[in-house]
């Protein structure tokens, strides 16, 4: 069946660049999307990439698509303290009708 | 301003009660959602809905109902046979096929 892989955590210390990585089985989606969620709230749409682009710059966020090797990464350039949450990798299985989530991964900032 | 709430905040429920989670939206979305989310664990689909009058069962449906009488609405009712209802439940609505718009979620515990 369909499916979305994440790591589960990663830590990286402020000011560095955080690269959060996923996987994906079902590759006819036309968009794929990245949430963030905060200790206790909802999930926010992050950004969101068209299947048919390799790469999208969004001020810090970088989105990088491989569709040959179903993979999707998202990069954090100089990631601060606000930026430690959950960031869900998000892939609409075929038809559209419903969105798989990964497990998410939990991003650590240390100062 | 357009949003999705969803409420009580937080919600106890003694073994043995149907208990009620409420979610509306003013996105003039057809699409809506439920999910549960445990402690560290990714998110679980229990219904979806893609039109008024209309839903669907998603991956742990059992002892969860739903009812959609109305665009802007999609409540869900846990009932006496969720075994093990605590958990993290987020609401969300979308246009068919695009990203999900997430509400700031209902904490469930059973007392």
């Known amino acids: 069946g369909e499916d979305v892989e994440q790591s589960l955590f990663l830590s990286v210390r402020e000011g560095d660049s955080s690269v959060i990585n996923c996987t994906y089985t079902d590759s006819s989606s036309t968009y794929l999307y990245w949430y963030k969620q905060e200790p206790g709230a909802g999930l926010q749409l992050l950004t969101y990439i068209f299947s048919n682009m390799d790469m999208k710059q969004d001020q810090r966020l970088t989105v990088l698509l491989n569709k040959k090797d179903k993979h999707l990464s998202l990069r954090i350039a100089d990631t601060q303290t606000g930026d430690s949450a959950i960031y869900f990798c998000a892939v609409p299985n075929t038809g559209g009708f419903k969105t798989i989530f990964g497990a998410g991964t939990r991003l650590f900032v240390k100062a | 301003d357009g949003g999705i709430t969803q409420s009580p905040k937080y919600l106890f429920r003694k073994e043995g009660q149907n208990v009620t989670l409420s979610c509306e939206q003013n996105?003039?979305?057809?699409?809506m959602y439920w999910y549960r989310q445990d402690p560290g664990q990714g998110l679980r689909l229990i219904y979806y809905s893609q039109i008024v009058n209309d839903f669907q069962k998603g991956d742990i449906a059992e002892g969860y109902s739903v009812s959609r009488e109305k665009k802007e609405s999609f409540p869900l009712t846990v009932t006496s046979a969720q075994k093990n209802p605590t958990a993290f439940y987020l609401c969300?609505?979308?246009?068919?096929?695009?990203?999900?718009?997430f509400g700031p979620g209902t904490r469930l515990t059973v007392l």
């Open positions: 996105l003039n979305h057809d699409a």
């Open positions: 969300a609505s979308s246009i068919l096929g695009r990203e999900q718009y």
